[in-house]
């Protein structure tokens, strides 16, 4: 599942990433200050008893996390920040 973090309709860039369902955080897979690149996975999200592994949609850096893992997120939650 792509993310929603740095990429936007028209081109606009996103600042964030945020929860596209209510679920579990069950993995990260970056911390403040990495690069990323497109498609590389950053968070894994449990919903409905699936995992689901959210995606960077663009090049960016990672500003802040604002979750943990094993914390409960609800739907449109932001979960990560991009500089």
């Given at each position: 599942m792509p993310a929603e973090g740095l990429s936007g309709a028209a081109g606009i860039l996103s600042k964030v990433l945020k929860a596209p369902?209510?679920?579990?955080?069950?993995?990260?897979?970056?911390?403040?200050g990495n690069p990323i690149k497109k498609n590389e996975p950053l968070i894994i999200l449990e919903a409905m008893k699936m995992e689901n592994i959210l995606k960077a949609s663009a090049d960016g850096i990672i500003d802040s996390i604002e979750v943990n893992v094993g914390n409960s997120v609800e739907k449109n939650e932001v979960l990560i920040r991009f500089k």
């Open positions: 369902m209510p679920g579990k955080v069950l993995e990260l897979k970056v911390k403040p």
